[in-house]
C-alpha cells in the first residue's frame, strides 16, 4: 500500500491524519499543497476545483478528503 498525503502546514485536520498514520506505522509520502503547484492542482482535479486537505491518495487512485479518524482508520 502506498499512500500520498496531501495538505499543509498549518492545518489541524492534516496533522490529526498524519498523527494517526505515524501512530500505525503507516509510510506515506507527503506533499505540501502550498509549496508545491502541481500538487495543489492534483489536489484540485480530484475534487473538481476545491482544495480541501487533508487530501489522501492510496496507489490505486482511491483517496478520501478530509476524513475522520475513524475513517481513516476504517480505509487503512
Known sequence: M???VYGAS???DVKRSRALLDREGVEYSYVD?????AAEA????LQ???RRIPTIVWDDGSFLVEPSDDELSARL
Open 2 to 4: 502506498s499512500l500520498t
Open 10 to 12: 498549518w492545518c489541524p
Open 33 to 37: 499543497v502550498e509549496a508545491d503547484a
Open 42 to 45: 492534483r489536489v484540485r482535479e
Open 48 to 50: 473538481d476545483g476545491a
